[in-house]
DNA sequence: TTGTAGGCGTTATCAA
DNA sequence: TTGATAACGCCTACAA
């Protein structure tokens, strides 16, 4: 840094006392003459002061930073959670982000970062995944954060031990499901994504609870990358197989446009000569075609949900955990 | 905040002074026996001790966090530059993210507020606009805050005064409309985007200019916000006017978009009844149909040169501005 | 209402 | 190598 002016500098122009100048620069307000208060608000305006928000931090013992950290951000189902948490978060609070590209350690990194922080609260979203030693140090990383007075929210499954805003995958996947077969549908296929995530595995079980409700199951399952290219990939090979489902369920919409893109590059239409649904609703969906069928969550209000959670001043005597349910909504991409 | 573990009570479980305590932990290496270091660095995790980075922050009179203020955070324009920026600050800073939701207060806003952070380097990216005392006061903000010791660069016009990514807009939308007329389309419409914005403004003149290279000029300009929606509304009203050009350009590519898909819902077909191109080339074009011709623009290199220049250490002798050319992309959209 | 002084958690200088 | 001790910039009883 480079030579910032301090409350002392401001202090002393005005020509009073380092606390006089502390409150009306901050304080409790109207506990101070007008007089001074005049003086002391030009001395800074002339010096150009700005306050120092670290010493302010180290003095009051706490901080307003929110600490945000996702896998992607370029992902569409994570920068809508970021702008509505940012939302509700920016008008008494800075949000540092931390963009884990979808590596655990990564994960546990920002825990400790935002831990060193002091920030007052930390918001987790991302699917857990099937590496319990992870989810256990990063559980007892959250509890020590926790501990030091930190707020942490979850976006996800609910192993963190934390407050969790909880998308219920499995029900949301299976009324999918049901919906699909009762629109006709015969044989389906599922573009799994990577058998680590939980989010995906609830997805799958549930749409497969569903399917077997009606007496069927998957004909084919592809694993891959929870990502667009995962569904375009996982698409490719689905569709280099002896027989394709009539349907193909993607655990989530951006694999599902991938999965689209693959249909299409093989001269192949969705939905005559494959369905396929997706899983989230992200707000690109408005714009491909054919529409795609998915099941709708409230991103944005999960998003603000979490947020609000983290702010919150209660030290809050119970963990929360808030349950969000998704609707399966039919559109032309299932159309028969 | 709550208890913290503070270096002292590691010093005193340790045995050591607290400046022996703090060369441990963080110091300028080897300079501690080893017998002390093991004592210190046992206590520290028997303690679960992070160090208090704002307090860091204050004694050592500088900081890590380097400042990235975008319009909006779900715009794949911005996420793609603010995830590649994210990938060169993250192994040796934190990134504190400000959303200004298209608000030029909130411009302002985030310049203090990083100042007061004592933010190492600001990283400004999004358009500026003919509000030229907001733009003022913006630059003296910027200048204060350079002043103080911290770096700024702008993604964007160079107008603030700073180091600067400045794609060639202009230029870059000329060739786009001499390659538009090179293919063979006659008539032009244009949605502009908000009059106020210099990025909007830049490429419209600057596509113009080169219709009337070629003896021509736009039918018809519609101006509107410069998202999705508004891409959308002005293709719509274009749509309802007597005659319709046969290739319209949007200034960015989420307008562009929305204007497909104000095409499609009249029962239009792109590029049929009429040619579509946009801007910027952002990676969710992989996945419209039919593909749109575009001006790419590397969006990633820009996040990446803009960080990398927030982060260089040097001081800076000379005001950097790197001029980013876009490459004319003719896809499906604009097919005769 | 105003000022004095001690403290917040670290780093850094200077002896030892 | 180690340890006192003075900063760092600000807040906040407590006293005046």
């Known amino acids: 840094m480079g030579s910032q002016v301090?409350?002392?500098?401001?202090a002393q122009r005005a020509g009073v006392s380092l606390a006089t100048a502390s409150r009306v620069v901050n304080g409790s307000e109207r506990m101070v003459g007008a007089r001074f208060r005049e003086r002391v608000l030009a001395a800074a305006a002339e010096l150009g002061?700005?306050?120092?928000?670290?010493?302010?931090?180290?003095?009051?013992?706490?901080?307003?930073?929110?600490?945000?950290?996702?896998?992607?951000?370029?992902?569409?189902?994570?920068?809508?959670?970021?702008?509505?948490?940012?939302?509700?978060?920016e008008p008494s609070g800075e949000m540092m982000l931390g963009t884990t590209l979808r590596r655990q350690e990564q994960?546990?990194?920002?825990?400790?970062?935002m831990r060193a922080r002091r920030a007052r609260a930390l918001i987790m979203v991302g699917s857990r995944t099937t590496d319990n030693a992870h989810t256990r140090r990063l559980?007892?990383?959250?509890?020590?954060?926790?501990?030091?007075?930190g707020r942490v929210v979850a976006v996800g499954q609910d192993k963190l031990g934390a407050d969790t805003v909880l998308p219920q995958n499995r029900a949301s996947a299976k009324d999918l499901a049901l919906a699909l077969v009762e629109r006709g549908h015969k044989t389906f296929g599922v573009l799994a994504g990577p058998d680590s995530l939980l989010t995906a595995r609830d997805r799958v079980e549930g749409f497969t609870d569903g399917l077997s409700?009606?007496?069927?199951?998957?004909?084919?399952?592809?694993?891959?990358?929870?990502?667009?290219?995962?569904?375009?990939?996982?698409?490719s090979e689905l569709l280099d197989r002896r027989s394709k489902p009539g349907c193909v369920?993607?655990?989530?919409?951006?694999?599902?446009?991938?999965?689209?893109?693959a249909v299409r590059e093989r001269g192949l239409t969705v939905p005559d000569d494959v369905a396929v649904a997706g899983f989230d609703d992200i707000p690109?969906?408005?714009d491909v075609a054919p529409s795609l069928t998915t099941v709708r969550l409230p991103l944005a209000d999960m998003?603000?949900?979490?947020?609000?959670?983290?702010?919150?001043?209660?030290?809050?005597e119970q963990r929360r955990v808030i349950r969000v349910k998704g609707e399966a909504i039919l559109r032309d991409s299932t159309k028969l």
């Open 284 to 286: 690109t969906l408005r």
């Open 303 to 316: 998003g603000r949900m979490a947020a609000s959670m983290a702010m919150a001043d209660q030290p809050g």
């Open 213 to 235: 409700e009606r007496g069927k199951r998957p004909n084919v399952t592809v694993h891959s990358d929870f990502t667009r290219d995962g569904g375009y990939q996982a698409m």
């Open 107 to 113: 994960e546990l990194r920002y825990v400790t970062t």
């Open 249 to 261: 369920f993607a655990v989530n919409d951006v694999m599902a446009i991938g999965a689209m893109a």
């Open 49 to 89: 002061y700005t306050a120092n928000a670290f010493a302010q931090a180290v003095a009051r013992g706490r901080s307003d930073v929110v600490g945000l950290v996702v896998p992607d951000i370029q992902d569409p189902y994570f920068s809508v959670i970021a702008a509505a948490a940012m939302e509700v978060v």
């Open 6 to 10: 301090t409350l002392a500098q401001v």
């Open 139 to 149: 559980a007892e990383a959250i509890a020590e954060f926790t501990a030091s007075g």
